[in-house]
């Protein structure tokens, strides 16, 4: 029997044929005047009475709860396109477009945003932990799961801020936290071993030049010759290479490589010293590429790249990693991508003695505690063998 409640609060009862728990509320008159109702169904009475509680504080609030009501994909390509993507760096653009395509919208974009709750997202997160991977093998790391949590929320948010839903479906829901990873740096070996097969590869003074320099990939691949000061020894960080999504629906190509002219953070942009020596070989490198860009000549690409294909187009990071791989793998050491490299700078660094606020300066950091939480052992060994200097000053 329905379980008659209060004027305008509807009625819940339980089904006979399904066993499953109903409740319906009238939300007004059709076309012929007949009596329209908002039905839903759950497992349980309780599940139920909260569910048509929710659907009835949106109905009162005009908030359109209907079938045809405004779809997650369709909510999230709408904000995307219409709030977002002007106010992003590129990358972030590229990354949240990726993240709307590939995953919301084949897996939650069907589902009515009114109607979208905390189990369908915590269902939604449990499949790409577990079978996330876009190729088939296993799931998504939770740092990828946490960036993926990050455009929900934000998109939620607005929802909630345009009055388009009411209640936020993620105040139930955790992430699963991420132990911290180990660096990964190459021993000095190791680095010796590199840098001394550095000179027999088109890429090798990159490598070399990272190595003591620390660079982000898209930041040394984007170094221009502009930027390099030979009279002061430095070198000015002011962008970055990329490959980005098109946004241009007009163009062929689906994804561009380019310059993009903010870095990852305001003190990512910067001006670092390099060792004169370094930069001595730096000077002799770019002899030998004004040389092969005069032998090109009228194909070569003008734009003035330090570390470019030989065609002076810009290089790809992934061309990049996997020449690196290859580099690796001759010399029989175990491979690691390339922000070991960057890794394996700071850490010399600071074996050698740099204060960590110079070191993470020199990285770019936003502040010196990303500094501290990256290479906080290796800090510790060296606070420890300066305080061994106050023995000397002990009375």
């Known amino acids: 029997m329905a379980k008659r409640r209060s004027n305008g609060e509807g009625c819940i009862y339980k089904d006979s044929r399904s066993g499953k728990w109903k409740g319906k509320f009238e939300i007004g008159y059709d076309a012929k005047g007949n009596r329209k109702f908002k039905s839903c169904t759950g497992n349980s009475e309780r599940e139920v009475r909260l569910l048509l509680k929710d659907l009835m504080e949106k109905h009162h609030a005009g908030i359109d709860i209907s079938p045809k009501s405004l779809k997650v994909g369709e909510f999230f390509d709408k904000w995307f396109y219409g709030s977002v993507i002007d106010s992003l760096r590129t990358s972030t653009s590229q990354s949240y477009e990726m993240i709307i395509r590939r995953h919301i919208k084949p897996h939650i974009g069907d589902i009515s945003l009114a109607n979208l709750t905390g189990e369908d997202i915590r269902k939604f997160y449990k499949f790409l932990y577990d079978d996330g991977r876009l190729n088939g093998r296993g799931g998504l790391a939770p740092k990828t799961v946490e960036n993926i949590h990050l455009v929900i929320s934000s998109g939620i948010n ?6 388009i839903i009411i209640r936020n479906p993620l105040l139930t829901v955790k992430l699963r936290r991420e132990g911290k990873k180990e660096v990964e740096v190459f021993t000095k070996e190791e680095q010796d071993l590199i840098t001394a097969e550095c000179p027999n590869h088109y890429y090798g003074m990159a490598i070399k030049f990272d190595f003591y320099t620390g660079l982000r990939a898209g930041e ?3 170094l221009t010759w502009d930027c390099v000061n030979f009279e002061k020894n430095t070198v000015r960080i002011n962008k970055q290479v990329q490959r ?3 946004f241009d629906k007009r163009a062929d190509n689906k994804t561009i490589l ?7 953070t305001e003190t990512s942009t910067r001006t670092i010293k390099v060792i004169k020596s370094l930069m001595k070989e730096l000077k002799e490198y770019k002899t ?4 092969l860009r005069k032998r090109i000549g009228k ?3 003008n734009y003035n790249l330090v570390f470019p294909r030989e065609d002076g187009y810009f290089t790809d990071a992934g061309t990049f990693l996997d020449i690196f791989t290859r580099m690796q793998k001759k010399l029989e050491i175990s491979p690691r991508n390339v922000h070991a490299i960057r890794h394996t700078f700071a850490t010399r660094a600071l074996e050698r003695g740099v204060q960590p606020i110079v070191v993470s300066r020199i990285l770019g950091h936003a502040s010196i505690k990303i500094t501290h939480d990256i290479y906080g052992h290796v800090i510790q060994d060296f606070a ?9 000053i002990y009375v």
């Open 299 to 301: 194909d070569y690409y």
């Open 158 to 163: 607005f929802a909630l801020k345009e009055g």
């Open 220 to 222: 040394l691949l984007g």
């Open 244 to 246: 980005n999504k098109n």
């Open 384 to 392: 420890e063998q300066e305080l061994e200097k106050m023995e000397d």
């Open 288 to 291: 030998k590429q004004t040389v």
């Open 258 to 264: 380019g310059f993009v002219y903010n870095t990852k």
